[in-house]
């Protein structure tokens, strides 16, 4: 089974709602990832979660707030976004170290800030 | 300089035409090397690792030139269903996890 899912699909929140986006691997993976991509660029790399402990945060504001229940899930918690936030979020595993190893990508959440 | 850089494209190709892309990087300690596919409000998936003898796939070719620090990707005999943006990545020198994307490359197969 080489899939990441992730829910909700899609996420219309406005600027004073919490809401969380959800990651779920079951490969057995010990690294995952947050990442954004906006229309037309390159994913951005967000967090890193390696072994359940955050690695890497790429200074990213703290209305963004990751956390790795257990190997399996990854969440990330949203507050007080603005609209510039509006991105797809995606979510993605891998079998560290993981510059030797492929990231499998989630389906994403696409999230709208009004 | 940009640590991946490709050209953006778009390459419009006929159906059955081979096309090549190029991707240059600069850090010559870079170990890792990936192309990923990226279709239309779609997630990245993985196309092909790039590995130093260079890696065939069916119709996909990829090879890598360290002294000049460039990763290339072959298509031969295109089909429309390989109208994607391809995106070239790289391990960044900073951390095992970290990777460098490309702006990717866009490709359209024309019929």
């Known amino acids: 089974d080489t899939e990441v899912t992730q829910t909700p699909k899609h996420l219309v929140m406005g600027m004073t709602n919490k809401k969380s986006l959800k990651c779920e691997q079951h490969?057995?993976?010990?690294?995952m990832y947050w990442y954004k991509q906006k229309a037309k660029k390159p994913p951005e790399l967000m967090f890193v979660?390696?072994?359940?402990?955050?690695?890497i945060n790429e200074s990213v504001p703290s209305r963004f707030s990751p956390e790795c229940p257990n190997s399996s899930l990854l969440n990330l918690h949203l507050h007080a976004l603005q609209p510039e936030d509006s991105a797809l979020y995606l979510c993605?595993?891998?079998?560290?170290?993981?510059?030797?190893?492929?990231?499998?990508f989630g389906p994403g959440t696409r999230l709208t800030v009004l | 300089r940009k640590e991946v850089e490709q050209d953006p494209g778009p390459f419009n190709v006929p159906e059955g035409a081979t096309v090549a892309f190029n991707c240059t990087y600069s850090?010559?300690?870079?170990?890792?090397f990936f192309w990923y596919r990226q279709d239309c409000r779609k997630e990245p998936k993985l196309l092909m690792s790039?590995?130093?003898?260079?890696n065939e796939d069916g119709r996909f070719t990829a090879q890598l030139n360290r002294a000049s620090q460039y990763i290339s990707l072959l298509i031969r005999d295109s089909k429309l269903s390989d109208s994607a943006t391809y995106l070239c990545?790289?391990?960044?020198?900073?951390?095992?996890?970290?990777?460098?994307w490309g702006a990717g490359t866009k490709l359209i197969i024309k019929p």
């Open positions: 790039v590995y130093s003898s260079g």
């Open positions: 993605a595993s891998s079998s560290p170290p993981a510059f030797r190893d492929t990231q499998y």
């Open positions: 490969m057995g993976h010990r690294a």
């Open positions: 990545v790289v391990n960044g020198e900073d951390s095992n996890y970290q990777l460098i």
């Open positions: 979660y390696s072994y359940e402990k955050l690695s």
């Open positions: 850090n010559s300690a870079s170990q890792s």
